[in-house]
């Protein structure tokens, strides 16, 4: 359901028996129209991002989701313009959340949405919502990955057991990013249940990249390699930037020496 979807459907709900469209629905669509318009002057676009913000209700809190669609130059001109509409979608608080959500699910880049939701939710249901989200991708090719990058990359800063199993999924994502990302986010976690999956990436891990941060991560955190795997780590170690399987089967670094 898009976003002019949205606002019809809130205002079927509340229409009077006459069939009238209320006030406050069209005092939203004129604003919304202009704030989904990249081509729309800079100036109509602003005053209309502002008219929705001065509002203060989740309606108009959900028409300025749309402009986080698109990016305009000046940079400073966009930023300034996507910062006003944030703190107007903030503003209407948790009622915006289903609108933020139903934006996620269509939206190409989600790094303001998700910043919606950090501000309006607590820890546990931005955690929840984030994987949710997560949960709605799988593991094959995708022709933008960003989506699915960037909610990996918000979980980096949760913490929890939740968070763990629904990353570890994606060591086995066609998308390179995404499995560095992946492992990235998993090593925030700082759980040592991560140590078999991560090895069963690095013992299978084309991209020397995945690799060498599955084993910086394996040296940092000083988890120990099983015994019995020691032997295929060292040798898918070999390309990397100098790791090796050490004493007592912790990760090391050998100085790499030229010439």
Avoid at 151 to 157: K, N, T
Wanted: net charge negative; charged share 30%; glycine share 6%.
């Amino acid at each position: 359901m898009g976003i002019f979807d949205f606002l019809r459907s809130k205002g079927a709900k509340s229409a009077p028996p006459s069939g009238n469209t209320p006030a406050v629905d069209k005092k939203i669509a004129g604003p919304a129209k202009v704030v989904a318009d990249k081509r729309a002057q800079t100036y109509d676009r602003l005053e209309a991002i502002q008219a929705l913000v001065d509002m203060k209700t989740p309606e108009a809190a959900a028409a300025l989701l749309k402009r986080f669609n698109f990016t305009i130059d000046p940079s400073i001109t966009d930023a300034e313009e996507k910062d006003l509409a944030f703190r107007g979608i903030v503003a209407a608080g948790k009622d915006v959340v289903p609108a933020v959500i139903e934006f996620c699910t269509r939206a190409e880049a989600l790094t303001w949405p998700l910043k919606v939701l950090d501000a309006v939710l607590d820890e546990d249901g931005y955690r929840e919502e984030l994987l949710d989200l997560l949960e709605g991708f799988d593991t094959e090719y995708a022709r933008n990955v960003e989506p699915k990058i960037q909610i990996i990359q918000a979980l980096e800063e949760v913490v929890h057991e939740d968070v763990r199993a629904a990353v570890e999924r994606f060591f086995e994502d066609v998308n390179e990013t995404v499995r560095f990302h992946a492992v990235q986010t998993t090593f925030a976690q700082a759980m040592s249940e991560s140590v078999k999956p991560m090895i069963d990436l690095l013992v299978n891990e084309e991209s020397v990249r995945v690799k060498n941060k599955v084993a910086e991560g394996l040296l940092v955190r000083g988890w120990t390699i099983p015994e019995d795997r020691r032997d295929a780590v060292a040798d898918a170690l070999g390309d990397t930037g100098g790791y090796t399987v050490g004493e007592g089967g912790k990760i090391v670094k050998r100085s790499l020496r030229f010439g």
